[in-house]
């Protein structure tokens, strides 16, 4: 019986550390992934999934792409 006890510790903690690793792989992907812009308003630096995309320019927010457009 303790053989089996061992077992099952021996097989929970490859699971665990199985999950722990994928999960710090996964975030090394998101960071990699992730990509700096830069306001053409205001020159602010933004994660592109979180800029306002229009015309290959970036906005940090709608305002900023209004003001830039103006401008012109
Ligand atoms: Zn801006």
Do not use: D, S, W
Request: net charge positive; charged share 25%; glycine share 2%.
């Amino acid at each position: 019986m303790r053989i089996l006890l061992l077992l099952a510790i021996g097989l929970l903690l490859f699971i665990i550390f199985r999950n722990l690793y994928r999960q710090i792989k996964n975030e090394r992907q998101i960071e990699q992934t992730e990509k700096m812009v830069r306001c053409e308003q205001c020159g602010l630096h933004l994660l592109e999934q979180e800029a306002i995309q229009k015309n290959q320019h970036y906005f940090c927010t709608t305002e900023h792409l209004e003001a830039y457009q103006h401008q012109k």
